[in-house]
C-alpha cells in the first residue's frame, strides 16, 4: 500500500520477534494498556487458532457439489427511525411499532446458549452496548464464549448503519472507529467485523467501498440498488463484483461487494417472526395441516430461482427482518425444521444444502469457489425502487437538522484536539468525549441525517446532539482556561523557536473565563456580545494550517473596538443584519450588525483572543449604495467580481482573467401527489423526490437589493419575497464568493407542496458532463440521462438526474469551471447545459409511503421551518498548468469551511485589557511545523491511557494541481511537537488492527477473455415479485394500465436486455472507469517536508501521504511529571 514501511513492520522478520516487542511494549506500558491486552496482534491471532474459534475458522463446512444455502439470522435494528433510540430499545410505544431491541439480544443470546449450531449476527454497537452494560459479569462471560465460538458474530459494527449520501467521510470514519474500538476493548479480535453489512442505506457510494476496504474488512453485502440495475445484474450474475473503489488509491480500496437477492427480508412466505404471518413448519404426523413437503419443496423452488442469479453454488437468504427476533425461539425454531426437512432429502438426491451460516462463512465460500468476478468503478447512487421512486428527495430533507450534524462534527473535532491537549487530565473528560462521539454516531444513521425520521424522532436526535454538545464544552471550557493560564511550561516548540506561543509573562490567575458557544450565530445572534460591553472572543482554529478568516459578531450598535494580544486595534467593518433574519418571529435578539473583522494567521491546531469593547464613539453606521436603475452593479476583489444586472440578478463572474456568463435564481419544483397506491401515483415525501412536472417555477422577476461595500467585505442584499433572500458576498482576499440564502416558511396555502432549488447557469461548455462528491472525498463522473453500467430508461427525468451532494458540484469545459461547495449534504443535478443546481430545502403535504407516514411538513414557532445556510461558489479557469488550480483551490476552501475556527465568547467586564494581555496566554498553537495545504491532520484525539490517534490525509486527487497533487513526506514528531512521542504504530483506517497485522481476503477480477455471456441466462427468468417487493409497504403495489405509449414505455422498462445480440450492440460507456484507468498512470513526485539536519529525523515518525491517501496512527505518549 505505501512506499515507505510502516513504522512497526519493516523491523521484523518474525513473528516471534513480534511477539517479543509486544510483550515489551505491554511491559513497558505497566500491563495495564487495554491495547496490549485488546489490540489484534499477528502473535495472538495465532493463539486464538488453538484457544478460540472465530471468524473463518468456524464456518460450518459446506457441500461441494450442492447448493449451499446460507441461511443468515439477522436483525435490522434502526438507531432511531419512527420511534427513538431509547423507545426502540426499551419497545415502548409499541402502538407506532412493536419493537424492542433489549428483547432481542436477551432471547437470541439464551437460544444461541442451546445450541451450537446456531448463528447470529449483531450489527449497531450504540444498542448493543446500551444492553451491554445491563448484563450481569455472569452472562456476558457467556456471551463472550458466544463471541469466541463464531456463534455470535459482530458485522458491520459502527456505532450506526451510516447512511451513504449525507454522510460526511470524517463522520463515517468517526463512528467506525468508536464501535469497532468498543467491539476491540469488550472482546478482542474474535469480535473484529470482516464484512461491511449496509442493507438498509438507500444507496451506496464508492467513498464508503474505499473505507470499508481501507478498514480491513473483507467485503460488503448490500440491499437496495437501482431496480434496472438489479435485474441487470442478476440476468447477468454481476451481482457480486470487485468494487474498484477509488480512482487514486488503487488495490488497498478494492472491496468484494454482493447485492442481496431480497433486499434483507427473507423470501416470501418464510417469515417466522412473532410479527409475520407466514406458515410455520408443521411437522407432526397426522396432523391435518402438516405442511413439511409443500413448504419444503417451495423452499427447494425458491433457492434454485434465486442461484441462477448467482456464480457460485451458494447463495445466502436473509432470514430477518426489521426488529426480528424478540422471540428468537419463534423463528429458530422453524429454521430447525426447515434445515432438517430439506437436508433429508439429499438421501433421495436433492442437492439443495441448507446450513446456518454469517456474512462473513458466505464471503469465504465464495473467496474458496476460486473463480473471477466483474468489477465496478462508479457508485449506486441515485436509488430507484421503481420507475417513479427515486430515492433523491431525502439528499435534502430536513436541511436544518442536516447541517446541525455538521456543527455537531465540527464541535466534535475541536473537543478532541483540545482533550487530547490538556495539560491537566480531568476525570469527566473522556466521558463527555464519548458522549459526543456516541451522538455524533447516532446522527449517522441511515434515518437520522437522511431527514427519513418521523418529526418526534428528528426532534430527539437534534435534544441528543444539543446536550452532547454541552457536555463537551465543559471540557473545552476547562482546558482552555488550563491554557490560558498556564504560564510555566518548558515546552519544545519554545526551544525550537519555530512558532508563537505567547506565554502571559505576570502572576498566576486565578481567573475563570466562559468561553461560550453561541449556538444561534446562524440567525446572527449571541447572548455575550449582544449583553456585556466587553467581552472576549477566542478562535480555536482546528486545522493543522495556519489560517486567516473573517470573523462576524452579531452586536446591538456600530461602535466596538477590538484588540488583540499585542495592543493592536484590528480593522473592522459593520453590517446590518439582514431585515429578513431581523425579521424572523423566533429571533429574540437585540442584534441588529455584525462586526466583521480579519483574524489573521490564526495558529495551527490553536487559538488566538481578542479583546472586544464597547465605545462611546458615534460610528458611521453602514449605508447602502444609492439605488442605481441604470446600470450594472458590482461587487469583489481582485480575485473573483460579480455582476448584477438591473433586475438585480448576479449575471456574470470574473475571474481568472476571463468574464464568464453565471446566473444565479431560485426556482421550484411543485411536488407530485398521489396515493401512493400504483407506482405512477407516487408522492414526493422525505425520501423520494418526485416533481409534477419537470419544469421549474421562478420565485421572482426582480429581487430588491441593497448593496453595501466596506474595506473587508462586500455584500448584496438581495429580497426575492416574503420567503427567499439571499445575501451575496466577497471578502477582501478571497477567492470564492458566498451565497447566504435564508428560505421559509414556505407557503403550502394552496395545497401544493415544495422543493426549493438554487440554480447556477453558466456558458460553460459542460456537454452533459458534471461532477458530484463521494461522502465529500473523490469526485464521481456524471452524464445527465446515464449510468456507467446499463442503459438508463428514466421516467423520472429530474428526480432521476439527482446525485447526493456531501460538498460540492462542479462542471467545466475546456477553459473553465464552476464548483459549488455546500454547508451540508443537499440534493444537487446540472439539468441543462452549463446549469448546476442544489435543493436547499422542501416542504411536502404527502407521505412518500415508505413507512415514515408523515407527510415531511417541517414547521417551527407555529410556522414552516426557516433554513439558512450558504454556498460558496468558485469560478476560475479548468487550466491545470499552474498552481493552485481552481481545484485545489475548491479543496482548501471545502476544508477550510468544513472546520472554521469555533467562536467562543467570555464576559470580560470584570477584567481589564491590560490584565487580560498581561496574565493570560491568548496565543497558542499545538503543532511545531504546520502541515502543507494539502495535508490534513482528520483526527487527533485521546485515546488508551498514554495514547493518541491522529490521522493524515491528503485532500488532493492526483490529477488535480501540479504542485499540491504530490505526495508529502513529514516527520510526526516535527508537526506534533508538544506531546512526548515515544512510539508510534500504524493501524488500518479505523485503528481496530495494526496496519501491519491485516490481511485482506484477495478476490481475482475477470479477465479481458471472460465475457459476461459465460455467466448470462439467457431467459426471462426473474420473477417480478423482485421488482415489485423492492419496497416495503409497497408490496401490493402493481403498475397500472397508464395511457397506450406510457405503458409500452413501463414495460419496455421492465424487460430485461437479455438477449445477447441486444446487449453487444450497447456499449458501455463507463466514464468513471475510464478515468480510474486514466488516474492509475500517473505518477506523483514526492516533496518532502523534513531535512537531514533537523533534530527529530528519527524516521520512525516518517510518514508519506500520495493523493487521497487516508492513514491512521496510535501515538505512545509519555506525560512530563
Ligand atoms: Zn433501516
Redesign the pocket.
Known amino acids: 500500500m505505501h512506499s515507505t514501511a510502516s513504522c512497526c513492520r519493516y523491523q521484523f522478520g518474525s513473528a516471534l520477534q513480534l511477539f517479543t516487542v509486544f510483550l515489551l511494549i505491554c511491559l513497558w506500558n505497566n500491563n495495564h494498556n487495554k491495547l496490549c491486552e485488546a489490540r489484534p496482534q499477528t502473535v495472538e491471532h495465532e493463539k486464538i487458532t488453538v484457544d478460540k474459534k472465530c471468524g473463518y475458522e468456524s464456518c460450518p463446512k459446506t457441500k461441494p457439489n450442492m447448493l449451499n444455502v446460507h441461511l443468515v439470522p439477522h436483525t435490522?435494528d434502526?438507531v432511531g427511525?419512527l420511534k427513538t433510540v431509547d423507545q426502540y430499545y426499551y419497545g415502548s410505544q409499541t402502538l407506532i411499532q412493536k419493537a424492542g431491541v433489549q428483547y432481542i439480544l436477551d432471547s437470541v443470546v439464551q437460544e444461541l446458549l442451546k445450541d451450537s449450531e446456531k448463528r447470529f449476527i449483531y450489527v449497531e454497537s450504540a444498542f448493543f452496548f446500551k444492553w451491554w452494560r445491563e448484563q450481569t459479569p455472569e452472562l456476558q462471560e457467556q456471551v463472550k464464549m458466544l463471541v469466541n465460538e463464531g456463534r455470535l458474530e459482530f458485522i458491520g459494527g459502527a456505532w450506526s448503519?451510516n447512511d451513504e449520501a449525507t454522510a460526511h467521510y470524517q463522520s463515517i470514519v468517526d463512528q467506525f472507529t468508536w464501535g469497532l474500538r468498543r467491539l476491540n476493548d469488550t472482546f478482542g479480535e474474535c469480535a473484529r467485523p470482516r464484512v461491511g453489512w449496509q442493507i438498509?442505506p438507500f444507496g451506496h457510494s464508492r467513498e464508503m467501498a474505499s473505507m470499508f476496504a481501507q478498514m480491513g474488512f473483507d467485503g460488503l453485502f448490500f440491499g437496495r440498488l437501482d431496480y434496472q440495475d438489479k435485474m441487470e445484474r442478476l440476468t447477468t450474475k454481476s451481482a457480486e463484483m470487485i468494487w474498484r473503489a477509488s480512482a487514486n488509491l488503487d488495490e488497498p480500496a478494492h472491496l468484494f461487494t454482493g447485492a442481496l437477492y431480497n433486499q434483507y427480508q427473507p423470501p416470501p412466505g418464510f417469515c417466522f417472526d412473532i410479527l409475520c404471518a407466514d406458515e410455520p413448519i408443521i411437522d407432526a404426523k397426522h396432523s391435518p395441516d402438516n405442511n413439511v413437503n409443500r413448504r419444503v419443496d417451495e423452499f427447494i423452488a425458491i433457492s434454485r430461482n434465486m442461484s441462477k442469479g448467482y456464480r457460485t453454488n451458494n447463495i445466502l437468504v436473509t432470514m430477518g427482518e426489521?426488529f426480528h427476533y424478540q422471540n428468537a425461539i419463534s423463528w429458530y425454531k422453524n429454521l430447525d425444521k426447515l434445515i432438517k426437512y430439506t437436508n433429508a432429502r439429499q438421501e433421495n438426491g436433492s442437492n439443495v444444502n441448507l446450513l446456518y451460516s454469517t456474512p462473513s462463512c458466505y464471503l469465504k465460500s465464495l473467496h474458496d469457489a476460486g473463480i473471477t468476478w466483474p468489477t465496478k468503478d462508479d457508485d449506486f447512487f441515485p436509488y430507484a425502487s421503481d420507475p417513479h421512486a427515486y430515492w433523491t428527495g431525502y439528499f435534502t430533507s430536513r436541511p436544518t437538522l442536516k447541517r446541525y450534524e455538521r456543527v455537531g462534527n465540527h464541535f466534535l473535532q475541536v473537543c478532541k484536539q483540545l482533550t487530547a491537549m490538556a495539560p491537566k487530565i480531568a476525570g469527566q473528560f473522556e466521558p463527555h468525549l464519548s458522549f459526543l462521539r456516541e451522538a455524533m454516531g447516532v446522527m449517522q444513521h441511515?434515518?437520522a441525517v437522511t431527514g427519513t425520521e418521523k418529526q418526534a424522532v428528528a426532534a430527539d436526535y437534534a435534544r441528543r446532539l444539543e446536550v452532547a454538545i454541552r457536555a463537551c464544552a465543559t471540557n473545552t471550557k476547562e482546558i482552555l482556561n488550563q491554557l490560558t493560564i498556564d504560564t510555566s511550561r518548558n515546552t519544545p516548540e519554545r526551544e525550537l523557536g519555530k512558532r508563537e506561543r505567547r506565554w502571559a509573562t505576570g502572576p498566576k490567575k486565578e481567573y475563570l473565563f466562559k468561553f461560550e458557544t453561541c449556538t444561534l450565530l446562524n440567525i446572527s445572534s449571541c447572548a455575550v456580545p449582544e449583553q456585556a460591553d466587553k467581552f472576549t472572543l477566542t478562535l480555536y482554529n482546528p486545522l493543522a494550517q495556519t489560517v486567516t478568516d473573517y470573523v462576524r459578531v452579531p452586536v446591538p450598535n456600530v461602535n466596538y473596538i477590538v484588540k488583540d494580544f499585542d495592543d493592536v486595534t484590528i480593522e473592522t467593518q459593520f453590517l446590518p443584519v439582514p431585515a429578513p433574519v431581523q425579521d424572523l418571529n423566533f429571533r429574540k435578539s437585540s442584534a441588529t450588525y455584525e462586526l466583521v473583522f480579519t483574524a489573521t494567521e490564526l495558529p495551527a491546531l490553536g487559538y488566538k483572543s481578542y479583546y472586544i469593547t464597547k465605545t462611546n464613539g458615534n460610528n458611521m453606521k453602514p449605508v447602502p449604495d444609492p439605488p442605481n436603475q441604470s446600470s450594472f452593479t458590482s461587487i469583489g476583489n481582485e480575485f473573483i467580481r460579480l455582476n448584477f444586472d438591473t433586475n438585480g440578478f448576479l449575471v456574470t463572474v470574473t475571474s481568472d482573467g476571463m468574464t464568464r456568463i453565471v446566473n444565479q435564481e431560485f426556482v421550484y419544483y411543485e411536488a407530485a401527489t398521489g396515493n401512493n397506491r400504483e407506482f405512477r401515483n407516487r408522492s414526493s415525501g422525505a425520501y423520494i423526490f418526485r416533481p409534477a412536472r419537470d419544469q421549474v417555477r421562478s420565485i421572482a422577476l426582480q429581487p430588491k437589493l441593497k448593496i453595501y461595500r466596506g474595506d473587508l467585505v462586500e455584500e448584496v442584499h438581495q429580497s426575492f419575497n416574503e420567503w427567499v433572500s439571499q445575501v451575496v458576498r466577497v471578502y477582501r482576499q478571497q477567492r470564492h464568493a458566498e451565497f447566504e440564502w435564508l428560505v421559509g416558511p414556505i407557503p403550502v396555502d394552496d395545497g401544493k407542496g415544495k422543493e426549493i432549488v438554487s440554480r447556477f447557469n453558466s456558458d460553460i461548455s459542460n456537454a452533459d458532463i458534471f461532477y458530484t462528491d463521494s461522502n465529500g472525498r473523490e469526485m464521481i463522473k456524471r452524464k445527465r440521462d446515464h449510468r456507467d453500467t446499463w442503459k438508463l430508461k428514466l421516467l423520472e427525468h429530474t428526480a432521476g438526474n439527482y446525485y447526493p451532494i456531501t460538498t460540492k458540484i462542479a462542471l467545466e469545459d475546456d477553459t473553465a469551471r464552476m464548483a459549488i461547495l455546500t454547508d451540508r449534504a443537499q440534493g444537487g443535478s446540472s439539468m441543462g447545459a452549463g446549469s448546476l443546481e442544489l435543493m436547499i430545502h422542501r416542504r411536502l403535504l404527502h407521505d412518500d409511503a415508505f413507512g415514515v407516514n408523515e407527510a415531511l411538513n417541517e414547521t417551527a414557532y407555529g410556522e414552516g421551518l426557516v433554513a439558512r445556510g450558504t454556498h460558496y461558489l468558485i469560478v476560475g479557469s479548468s487550466k491545470k498548468n499552474q498552481s493552485p488550480t481552481t481545484q485545489a483551490i475548491e479543496r482548501f476552501t471545502q476544508l477550510q469551511k468544513l472546520l472554521p475556527a469555533w467562536s467562543l465568547f467570555s464576559n470580560a467586564e470584570n477584567i481589564s485589557y491590560e490584565d487580560w494581555r498581561g496574565n493570560f496566554t491568548n496565543i497558542y498553537t499545538g503543532v511545531g511545523m504546520e502541515l502543507p495545504a494539502n495535508i490534513h491532520l482528520m483526527s487527533y484525539e485521546p485515546w488508551h491511557e498514554n495514547e493518541i490517534l491522529v490521522r493524515f490525509e491528503h485532500i488532493l486527487e492526483k490529477d488535480e494541481d501540479p504542485d499540491y497533487s504530490q505526495a508529502v513526506q513529514f516527520n510526526v514528531k516535527n508537526i506534533l511537537t508538544n506531546q512526548n512521542i515515544v512510539d508510534m504504530r500504524e493501524t488500518t483506517l479505523s485503528a481496530n488492527a495494526w496496519l501491519g497485522d491485516n490481511q485482506r481476503m484477495q478476490f481475482v477480477p475477470d479477465g479481458p477473455e471472460v465475457a459476461y455471456n459465460s455467466y448470462g441466462v439467457y431467459e426471462r427468468s426473474l420473477d417480478q415479485q423482485l421488482l415489485l417487493r423492492a419496497d416495503r409497504p409497497l408490496a401490493a403495489a402493481k403498475f397500472h394500465n397508464e395511457v397506450e405509449r406510457d405503458k409500452r414505455e413501463e414495460e419496455e422498462l421492465l424487460q430485461m436486455t437479455t438477449n445477447r445480440l441486444k446487449f453487444n450492440i450497447y456499449e458501455a460507456e463507463e466514464l468513471n472507469r475510464e478515468r480510474a484507468e486514466k488516474l492509475r498512470k500517473v505518477k506523483v513526485p514526492i516533496r518532502r517536508l523534513h531535512d537531514e539536519n533537523m533534530k527529530n529525523d528519527d524516521d520512525r515518525f516518517l510518514i508519506e501521504l500520495s493523493p487521497m491517501e487516508m492513514r491512521t496512527y496510535i501515538l505512545t505518549i509519555e506525560k512530563e511529571n
Open positions: 435490522h434502526d427511525w448503519m438498509d426489521d441511515h434515518d
